[in-house]
């Protein structure tokens, strides 16, 4: 089955930088692959997706590249804010739909002042 | 954008004794929802997918006759953690595709078992 690796698992930035986070995954049929935040104690909230016919997406401050022939993908997040501190997962799902989606193992992001 | 809720969004409950939890889109149909299980600071796991009119489909290793999965609307889904044992204290979290592109999830529930 699919496998997601996520690095880092902790990620520190001052306000203002960017941050960018990375994810691998081992099944090349995956097709789909979105980007959940997490505050604590709530449930992951959809930031942004890719495609694997699209090699970038961006959505203000927050982009995503896609690399097929290497299986990874990356999460960039510029200017910094303190609410974007959370725990980041990345997934990725092999039938093209947002079902069934293998998780990466997460990020916590800190954003300090 | 689309909303899913869970209700309750804590419990706490005795071991031996079950417990449910209720999924709920909002403002859309779902006939699959779908449940994870988090354990502290670690990733979400998909346990089973619930199915509206059908047998709920379980990922290998999660015990069905444990954790029971009624789908009993296009917009309800109800996950039942039957006796309950400490072990089982974990983050619940229900998520439904509101088209084939995108998945919300729900707040989660966090059952402590005592």
């Known amino acids: 089955g699919e496998n997601v690796e996520q690095h880092p698992s902790t990620l520190s930035v001052q306000e203002g930088d960017s941050a960018v986070i990375k994810c691998t995954y081992s099944?090349?049929?995956?097709?789909?692959f979105p980007w959940y935040k997490q505050e604590l104690g709530k449930g992951p909230q959809l930031i942004i997706d890719?495609?694997?016919?699209?090699g970038e997406k961006k959505d203000q401050r927050i982009a995503v590249t896609l690399n097929k022939t290497a299986k990874h993908f990356s999460l960039h997040i510029t200017e910094t804010q303190p609410e974007d501190s959370a725990v980041y997962f990345c997934?990725?799902?092999?039938?093209?739909?947002?079902?069934?989606?293998?998780f990466g193992t997460g990020t916590r992001l800190q954003v300090t002042l | 954008g689309a909303v899913v809720s869970q209700h309750p969004s804590w419990v706490i409950c005795k071991s031996g004794t079950s417990v449910k939890i209720e999924c709920r889109s909002l403002?859309?149909?779902?006939?699959?929802m779908f449940w994870y299980r988090q354990f502290p600071k670690q990733s979400l796991m998909l346990m089973a997918t619930?199915?509206?009119?059908?047998?709920?489909?379980?990922e290998q290793g999660v015990e069905k006759d444990k954790f029971l999965i009624n789908h009993a609307s296009l917009t309800l889904s109800t996950l039942t953690v039957t006796s309950a044992h400490p072990e089982d204290s974990s983050f619940y979290i229900c998520?439904?595709?509101?088209?084939?592109?995108?998945?919300?999830f729900g707040p989660g529930t966090r059952l402590t078992v005592l």
């Open positions: 998520s439904a595709p509101q088209d084939v592109a995108t998945q919300y």
């Open positions: 099944d090349s049929a995956s097709n789909y």
């Open positions: 890719i495609r694997s016919n699209v």
């Open positions: 997934a990725a799902s092999t039938d093209g739909t947002a079902s069934k989606l293998t």
């Open positions: 403002d859309f149909q779902a006939t699959t």
């Open positions: 619930s199915n509206e009119g059908s047998k709920a489909t379980y």
